[in-house]
C-alpha cells in the first residue's frame, strides 16, 4: 500500500519556521519527482513547490519563492520543505505529491498524495 504521510506542521508566529517533511512507504519515492501543494481554507489547492527525482532540480511557484525550500533524501524516502520568513497568507494545509514529469504544476497530474499537515501562521 502506497503512503505519503506529511508531519511538520503547526501552529507559529509570523517570521517564524517550520521544517514539513513527507515520508513515503510502499514507493520508492527516488523513482519520482515530488511536490508540495497547499489549500488555504475556501481556496483551490494551489502549487508550492517541485522537486525533480534526483533532487538536481527545484521550481518554486511565484509566491514562495525565496522563502520556502524544497529538497529530499532519497536514501530516507523522505521529501522536505522548509518555510522561512512565514506570513499569516501562507495559512493552509500543506500536501505533498509524487508524480512523473517536471515540474508539474497541476495536481491531477500527481499519482500519489498525501493527507496533508496543518501549518497556522499567527499575525
Known amino acids: 500500500q502506497v503512503q505519503l504521510v506529511e508531519s511538520g506542521g503547526g501552529l507559529v508566529q509570523a517570521g517564524g519556521s517550520l521544517r514539513l517533511s513527507c515520508a513515503a512507504s510502499?514507493?520508492?519515492?527516488?523513482?519520482?519527482?515530488a511536490a508540495w501543494f497547499r489549500q488555504a481554507p475556501g481556496k483551490e489547492r494551489d502549487f508550492v513547490a517541485a522537486?525533480?527525482?534526483?533532487?538536481?532540480?527545484?521550481y518554486y511557484s511565484d509566491s514562495v519563492k525565496g522563502h520556502f525550500t524544497i529538497s529530499r533524501d532519497n536514501a530516507k524516502n523522505i521529501v522536505y520543505l522548509q518555510l522561512n520568513s512565514l506570513k499569516f497568507e501562507d495559512t493552509a494545509v500543506y500536501y505533498c505529491?509524487?508524480?512523473?514529469?517536471?515540474?508539474?504544476?497541476?495536481?491531477?497530474?500527481?499519482?500519489?498524495w498525501g493527507q496533508g499537515t496543518q501549518v497556522t501562521v499567527s499575525s
Open positions: 522537486i525533480s527525482w534526483s533532487g538536481g532540480s527545484t
Open positions: 505529491a509524487a508524480g512523473d514529469g517536471f515540474p508539474l504544476l497541476k495536481g491531477v497530474e500527481y499519482a500519489y
Open positions: 510502499g514507493l520508492t519515492i527516488s523513482r519520482y519527482n
